[in-house]
């Protein structure tokens, strides 16, 4: 059997990096119970606004967050439900 193309892999290896960052973990997992803006999620992670917004940005990138602006507030959303099955997989595995 013939491994992933290479391309694949390349996807693959940055997809886990996306999600090897802790802060990132935490603001998905915040999204898992609804939209949120920068300043909420900066509050609950523990982090400065300017860091989430970085990490966000990064989400976005790899199409795991979607934006919503309203007025000049932009609240962030989970785009991609599926990173909770691979997340909820790896906790398992940790927890027992």
Do not use: W
Not at 3 to 8: I, N, Q, Y
Not at 36 to 55: F, K, M, P, W
Not at 86 to 91: I, N, P, S
């Amino acid at each position: 059997m013939k491994g992933l193309p290479r391309e694949t892999t390349r996807q693959v290896a940055a997809y886990f990096q996306v999600l090897s960052v802790p802060a990132r973990l935490c603001i998905l997992n915040l999204l898992r119970q609804g939209e949120r803006n920068v300043g909420e999620l900066a509050e609950l992670c523990d982090y400065t606004s300017s860091n989430i917004s970085q990490h966000l940005a990064i989400l976005s990138k790899h199409g795991l967050v979607a934006r919503r602006g309203h007025g000049t507030i932009a609240y962030y959303r989970i785009a991609d439900e599926s990173v909770y099955a691979l997340c909820d997989l790896v906790r398992r595995r940790f927890a027992g």
